[in-house]
Nanobody, 122 residues
Framework: QVQLVESGGGLVQAGGSLRLSCAASGRTFSNRGMGWFRQAPGKEREFVAAINWSGTNTYYADSVKGRFTISRDNAKNTVVLQMTSLKPEDTAVYYC???????????????WGQGTQVTVSS
């Protein structure tokens, strides 16, 4: 069992940065793939970034590549999404999720956090 709690969301101006954190509980965090997804109003939830259990492999959506960085600290049971050069279209609720391995598909993830709101003003 893995429980996930996101933090770090907020309101930021376009071009600014935010750092989202996901705190995980449970003894199996270190051997799981972790991902970030987001859902904007009126849109389906979409993949943002993922990282494998050791942090040596990462995937990014094309829309965030070069601007967002995913990382993890297994000793602290946390995964971080560093977001820079934010755009208004990045506005969404951001979710942290855990899967048996690194994945980009939502259905592969079996544990989800409650989400944190990110709002980017123009």
């Amino acid at each position: 069992q893995v429980q996930l709690v996101e933090s770090g969301g907020g309101l930021v101006q376009a071009g600014g940065s935010l750092r989202l954190s996901c705190a995980a509980s449970g003894r199996t965090f270190s051997n799981r793939g972790m991902g970030w997804f987001r859902q904007a109003p009126g849109k389906e939830r979409e993949f943002v970034a993922a990282i494998n259990w050791s942090g040596t492999n990462t995937y990014y959506a094309d829309s965030v590549k070069g601007r967002f960085t995913i990382s993890r600290d297994n000793a602290k049971n946390t995964v971080v999404l560093q977001m820079t050069s934010l755009k208004p279209e990045d506005t969404a609720v951001y979710y942290c999720a855990a899967a048996p391995a690194i994945h980009t598909r939502e259905y592969e993830y079996n544990y989800w956090g409650q989400g944190t709101q990110v709002t980017v003003s123009s």
